[in-house]
């Protein structure tokens, strides 16, 4: 019960967080945005775009700090033509130059149309739980290659290994247990960098052991899904993780837990049609594409064309899918609530039965 | 007597040496004449009696599901139907159901678990639906909560894959106790033709596709995914349905009995033991490595795996 309303004193610093990945990372280009599968450009410097930015620069007397490792910025100050290329970025959706320190501090949404980015697995960590209270779980699971994955042009392991090394990433999703406002939770992240956030052995078993330990712990669980579905390479493995994920949270379920899904841009397929939709509560992300099968197969079955707006967070909100369509500033604030709400009744509902045990 | 000894040559002559290749049995999986849904149900059982609707939107005649008579006992059946003919096939939606055909199955296999009726189902689909209306009235949720369902379900549920098992749309009624494949059955993550777009953007890839990914019944036996082959006539079930109701029935109902023996026929704790070997099956599917805490530089993951292989 005490634990009820403690809350860890600073809440919500948004203009603290400081993301840890993206510091490392460079422009947020359209066509990264649009192509799946891909990760953001390393940061190169490109004179052209630095010229066509420099008289932007002086404006902002905040904006030129410069900030931890990042030295070639104050570089920058003294000569123009190095001046690197991911102070601004365009937005993929309206355009517009932003500021990219302006846009991390908006969790990366556009300030100007809210489009929202996709974030790397860590970003959405950061940006989810109180800073520093994150424990990954089980980071070194790596996957096998249970069907000796190989064709005429490529084959699983060597995938494996390129994708490892360009992601930092052992796999498509982290699992860990922290704190959200002080409240206690297990999270789960995908990454659609890492092959397009695809459920294999590893997906399944890394959800599955965060599922078994919130048991343990008795905590409620948060799962963010943007996924494209099961993973080709891993065949019938990978459709048998939608079975062994969806049981596991039935027994969360079971032992009364709750367990939250947060669907963000791109969920489809085996993920969408297995553990994310069976959770108590079902959030999206604005504009967020959701769907069981991609329009393009869509079209290419029915050579119907969709209408605008097919497929989003807002249809699947209009059809009755999902509880909420939830902004990303507004996260922390609607999950905390809710675990709020949940960690009460477990509270009220612990305290009836020992009073039942007492009465007797 | 001659003629007797006639047929048999000749029907000798007809035999085909086993069909070996994944993409043959995919295209004999799919063969028009194979029995299906409909064909296994009245093949294999009794005074069928067919119930409709999901009770929200409508029915699906792409998926079919009953009450029916197997061996002594009142049981549930379901299955993808497809059709034989382009009349019955678009009447069947060519066997791939939408949201209202899997609300359905969730219904019957509500119904089974209240009334403690085993559920029997046949797989026999590319897919569900990957339609307008199937987003528009929640495809993925559908599949989603029936998976949820199965998991739990306190009724033993035996699944065939009798032709095409292909991805949620299969698994979505073939989460089970007994998950079994006729020989020249296939079951993948997703249809060929799926699996050569998404890996390739390359359709014409379907073969090698199935190929890859290691989609035939003997594959999937021997990585413990399913639990069970079941013979065929030679040249493929539809050669014999009748000798492939009979074998067909034959393991069924051994694989009803040893259940029933083991769980249901021992109570409350039987059923919570069925329940526990169901979620420890699927628990236990899957290949993975835990990498080394202090590893240092690694090679590769190729490296790793060749000195430590799982599989």
Redesign the interface.
């Known amino acids: 019960m005490e634990k009820l309303f403690k809350r860890i004193p600073k809440v919500g610093g948004e203009s603290e967080k400081e993301p840890t990945e993206s510091s490392s990372e460079g422009t947020i280009e359209p066509q990264d945005q649009l192509k799946t599968e891909k990760v953001e450009k390393a940061p190169e410097i490109s004179p052209e775009k630095a010229k066509k930015h420099e008289g932007h620069t002086p404006k902002f007397s905040w904006s030129i700090k410069p900030q931890g490792d990042q030295k070639p910025k104050q570089a920058a100050r003294t000569d123009k033509a190095d001046i690197p290329d991911d102070l601004w970025i365009k937005c993929a959706h309206c355009k517009e130059l932003i500021y990219s320190k302006e846009f991390e501090n908006n969790k990366k949404v556009c300030p100007k149309c809210g489009f929202h980015f996709r974030l790397t697995a860590y970003e959405r960590v950061n940006f989810t739980l109180d800073e520093g209270s994150f424990e990954e779980i089980n980071a070194?699971?790596?996957?096998?290659?249970?069907?000796n994955?190989?064709?005429?042009?490529e084959t699983y392991?060597?995938k494996?290994?390129q994708t490892?090394a360009k992601t930092g990433l052992?796999e498509s999703i982290v699992t860990g247990f922290g704190t959200l406002e002080g409240l206690p939770v297990a999270l789960a992240v995908c990454d659609f960098n890492y092959m397009g956030g695809s459920m294999g052995?590893?997906f399944?078993?890394k959800l599955?052991r965060l599922v078994e330990q919130a048991l343990e712990r008795r905590v409620p669980l948060l799962a963010v899904s943007a996924s494209?579905g099961?993973?080709?390479h891993?065949?019938?493995?990978?459709?048998?993780?939608?079975?062994?994920t969806?049981?596991?949270?039935?027994?969360l379920g079971?032992a009364g837990l709750p367990f939250i899904s947060l669907l963000v841009d791109p969920c489809t397929?085996?993920v969408?049609?297995?553990?994310?939709?069976?959770a108590d509560i079902i959030l999206a992300e604005p504009g967020a594409l959701l769907?069981?099968?991609g329009p393009r197969?869509?079209e290419q079955?029915?050579k119907?064309k969709?209408p605008p707006g097919?497929?989003t967070a807002e249809?699947f909100l209009e059809?009755?899918?999902i509880d909420q369509v939830v902004a990303r500033k507004e996260l922390r604030p609607v999950i905390a609530k809710l675990l709020h709400h949940y960690q009460t009744a477990v509270a009220q509902n612990e305290a009836r039965e020992r009073e039942v045990t007492y009465a007797r | 007597m001659p003629d007797k000894e006639k047929d048999r040559k000749d029907r000798d002559k007809d035999k085909k040496p086993a069909i070996s290749g994944a993409w043959e049995k995919v295209l004999l999986a799919r063969h028009v004449q194979r029995p299906h849904a409909l064909d296994f149900i009245n093949g294999l059982t009794k005074d069928f009696m067919e119930l409709r609707g999901d009770r929200h939107f409508g029915d699906d005649a792409a998926l079919v599901g009953g009450i029916a008579q197997f061996e002594g006992r009142t049981v549930m059946v379901l299955g993808n139907q497809k059709g034989r003919d382009t009349k019955e096939n678009i009447y069947r939606n060519f066997g791939t159901a939408r949201a209202e055909g899997y609300r359905k199955a969730f219904r019957l296999m509500q119904h089974a678990a209240k009334f403690k009726l085993p559920i029997l189902t046949f797989v026999d689909t590319g897919g569900?639906f990957?339609?307008?209306e199937?987003?528009?009235?929640?495809?993925?949720?559908a599949?989603?909560?029936n998976?949820?369902l199965?998991?739990?379900l306190p009724v033993p549920i035996i699944s065939l894959v009798t032709g095409e098992g292909g991805?949620?749309g299969a698994?979505?009624i073939s989460?089970s106790d007994r998950l079994l494949m006729l020989e020249n059955a296939v079951?993948?993550?997703?249809s060929p033709e799926?699996?050569a777009?998404?890996?390739?953007r390359d359709v014409s890839q379907a073969a090698?596709?199935a190929e890859?990914?290691?989609?035939t019944a003997p594959d999937?036996l021997g990585?413990g995914?399913i639990d069970g082959v079941i013979p065929e006539p030679a040249g493929g079930a539809h050669t014999n349905p009748n000798e492939m109701m009979v074998t067909a029935r034959e393991y069924m109902l051994r694989n009803l009995t040893e259940l029933e023996d083991k769980y249901t026929s021992r109570g409350e704790a039987g059923i919570q033991a069925m329940l526990e070997a169901?979620?420890q099956k699927?628990?236990k599917?899957?290949?993975?490595?835990?990498?080394?805490?202090q590893?240092p530089e690694l090679n590769?993951?190729?490296d790793?795996?060749q000195a430590n292989?799982?599989?």
């Not at chain 1, 070194?140 to 069907?147: A, S």
């Not at chain 1, 891993?234 to 062994?244: D, I, R, T």
């Not at chain 2, 199937?134 to 949720?141: D, F, H, K, L, T």
């Open positions: 070194r699971l790596v996957t096998g290659d249970p069907l994955f190989t064709t005429a042009t392991q060597v494996s290994d490892r052992n052995s590893v399944g078993e599955v494209g099961a993973r080709m891993e065949g019938m493995f990978s459709l048998m993780q939608m079975a062994k969806t049981a596991a949270f039935a027994r079971e397929g085996g969408i049609a297995s553990y994310a939709s069976v769907g069981f099968a197969v869509i079955v029915t119907q969709l097919f497929q249809f059809h009755g899918m | 569900a990957p339609g307008k199937s987003e528009e009235r929640g495809i993925a949720v599949l989603a909560e998976i949820l199965m998991s739990r991805s949620g698994l979505a989460v079951y993948s993550v997703a799926g699996s777009t998404i890996l390739w090698a596709a890859a990914m290691k989609i999937l990585f995914i169901r979620y699927y628990r599917i899957g290949s993975w490595q835990e990498l080394a805490e590893a590769g993951l190729s790793i795996l292989p799982s599989h």
